[in-house]
Nanobody, 116 residues
Framework: QVQLVESGGGLVQPGGSLKLSCAASGFTFSNYAMRWHRQAPGKERELVAYIFTTGSYTNYADSVKGRFTISRDNSKNTVYLQMNSLKPEDTAVYYC?????????WGQGTQVTVSS
């Protein structure tokens, strides 16, 4: 079955960096685009970044453009989110997802807290 396992979250000071990972299994990873979303307390879940199957195309929410970079390693079935210049408003639970055969699969999420 499809499994997505996020890791790499934690507490970081404003201006700091974190790199999130999402390990995928149960499907042919290289055939599917991947996404990172986030959900802050009391807010809707929002799309943060998207990456095409080969990594040749990426797209970002305006709020993270120039600070976050999505990438993937198809040999490791893993998608990454490098987050730089973090701000308190980036505090959220971060989730990866895949849309496959009409269904959307989510990981359990990883908490990112940006605070001094």
């Amino acid at each position: 079955q499809v499994q997505l396992v996020e890791s790499g979250g934690g507490l970081v000071q404003p201006g700091g960096s974190l790199k999130l990972s999402c390990a995928a299994s149960g499907f042919t990873f290289s055939n599917y685009a991947m996404r990172w979303h986030r959900q802050a307390p009391g807010k809707e879940r929002e799309l943060v970044a998207y990456i095409f199957t080969t990594g040749s195309y990426t797209n970002y929410a305006d709020s993270v453009k120039g600070r976050f970079t999505i990438s993937r390693d198809n040999s490791k079935n893993t998608v990454y989110l490098q987050m730089n210049s973090l701000k308190p408003e980036d505090t959220a639970v971060y989730y990866c997802n895949v849309q496959r055969n009409g269904a959307i699969y989510w990981g359990q999420g990883t908490q990112v807290t940006v605070s001094s």
